[in-house]
């Protein structure tokens, strides 16, 4: 079994719409980080978070810790936000473990 | 600032032949990371270092050393290439909290 699940693995929306990626995850952390990945390219930090929520943009990500459960919110959806995104989690020990990502495709 | 630079993009090896992949940091980070991600698969960790003259084993180490003779370096040296390390590397820093990655470096094996 997987330290990070992630769902979906792989999402389609049409621009606009609003779109919920989740984490759960089953290890004690001391964070979860979002990353983006877009297609060739390399690995970008959007959020490091421990407790409660965190805005950026047209992005939301929140997080319950007691439930060990986070979720990746984009509003009003675009085409430039399809990318890969990767749900990674920092246990207490500081290792790292990582989600096998959610794939969204925007359509115009 | 450059983050995390990584070298080479790109690189096709023969079964067998050797080589590094460099990596580089400007953000004066102790942590510094090798990790490869394959097809439908989460990144796993080769090896990580906690600072300068430290390293350790990850999750896939077999096949692969690295150094850490400075806190900006942290190479990655694979020996007698094997396709099963055809795969997207990437290096990452963090110092407490965000992580910072380099491009990755795409490798295949033949």
């Known amino acids: 079994k997987n330290e990070v699940e992630q769902s979906p693995q792989n999402l389609t929306a049409q621009e606009g719409e609003f779109i919920t990626i989740n984490c759960s995850y089953s290890?004690?952390?001391?964070?979860l980080h979002w990353l983006q990945q877009h297609p060739g390219g390399g690995i970008v930090s959007l959020f490091m978070?421990?407790?409660g929520k965190k805005k950026h943009g047209r992005l939301i990500a929140t997080i319950n810790i007691q439930e060990k459960h986070s979720s990746l919110h984009i509003t009003a959806s675009h085409p430039r936000d399809s990318a890969v995104y990767i749900c990674?989690?920092?246990?207490?020990?500081?290792?790292?473990?990582f989600g096998t990502g959610t794939s969204l495709t925007v359509i115009p | 600032n450059a983050g995390v630079t990584q070298t080479p993009k790109f690189r096709i090896l023969k079964i067998g032949q050797s080589m590094t992949l460099q990596c580089t940091q400007d953000?004066?980070?102790?942590?510094m990371y090798w990790y490869r991600q394959d097809p439908g698969m989460g990144l796993k960790l080769i090896y990580y270092?906690?600072?300068?003259?430290?390293?350790d084993k990850g999750e896939v180490p077999n096949g692969y050393n690295v150094s850490r003779s400075t806190t900006e370096d942290f190479p990655l040296r694979l020996e007698l290439a094997a396709p099963s390390q055809t795969s997207v590397y990437f290096c990452?820093?963090?110092?407490?909290?965000?992580?910072?990655f380099g491009e990755g470096s795409r490798l295949t094996v033949l």
């Open positions: 953000m004066n980070h102790n942590y």
């Open positions: 270092s906690v600072g300068a003259g430290i390293t």
């Open positions: 978070l421990s407790s």
């Open positions: 990674a989690v920092r246990d207490t020990g500081n290792q790292f473990y």
């Open positions: 990452a820093s963090r110092e407490t909290g965000e992580l910072f």
């Open positions: 290890v004690g952390i001391s964070a």
